[in-house]
């Protein structure tokens, strides 16, 4: 069995090797079903699960269409409700971000090969020349393209834009909620120590 580099925690340099079966086509579909607290989370159809003893997010390879990494939330047997909220709102943005860009991207390609085929049908070429390469075109001619692509579809391109400063200002807003929490909690623990 071959072993490929591909996940490794969020914190840590050292990847840890895995088997190339241990991802499945489906390794990008977001945050999954939410994992109750003390419950290890079913990895969004990653097909691995992270050690037990991983106190640790962890991050997988760029997906194929999106690009983007999918991560594997920890979920801490403690989880107050305050840091599961956190953790749904990391969840649903990263589903969100995965979704838009899995779509962006294929309508980006499939576009793209459409200008390419009409351009090179213009000029009487075919896809491929007699060598079988691949044809294309000169980056003048792809630059019409870049610019009608972004042309067309600045609307989405703004509305994903506002939804992601939404989304991660409430993400910010609860981290800072959370952290607070902590630091009062610590500080508790602390007096009471001292006063001991």
């Not at 969020?10 to 109750?36: D, M, N, Q, T, W």
């Not at 779509?103 to 576009?111: L, V």
């Not at 044809?135 to 009608?148: P, W």
Request: proline share 5%.
């Amino acid at each position: 069995m071959a072993t490929a580099r591909v996940l490794r925690p969020g914190g840590c340099r050292r990847p840890l090797l895995l088997s190339s079966a241990s991802f499945s086509s489906s390794a990008s579909s977001g945050g999954g079903r939410a994992a109750e607290p003390g419950e290890q989370p079913d990895n969004a159809g990653l097909g691995f699960r992270p050690p037990a003893h991983s106190h640790s997010d962890w991050i997988g390879p760029p997906d194929k269409h999106s690009n983007l990494r999918p991560i594997i939330f920890y979920v801490s047997p403690e989880e107050s409700a305050l840091e599961r909220r956190l953790r749904e709102a990391r969840q649903e943005a990263q589903a969100s971000n995965q979704r838009f860009w899995a779509r962006h991207n294929r309508a980006f390609r499939q576009e793209k090969e459409e200008f390419i085929y009409s351009r090179l049908k213009a000029k009487g070429l075919e896809m491929r020349d007699e060598s079988g390469q691949k044809a294309t075109l000169n980056a003048e001619e792809m630059a019409d393209f870049y610019k009608d692509f972004l042309t067309k579809n600045f609307k989405k391109h703004l509305q994903y834009n506002r939804d992601w400063y939404k989304r991660n200002f409430r993400i910010t807003f609860l981290m800072g909620q959370v952290a607070l929490v902590r630091a009062l909690r610590w500080l508790r623990r602390r007096k009471k120590n001292v006063e001991q």
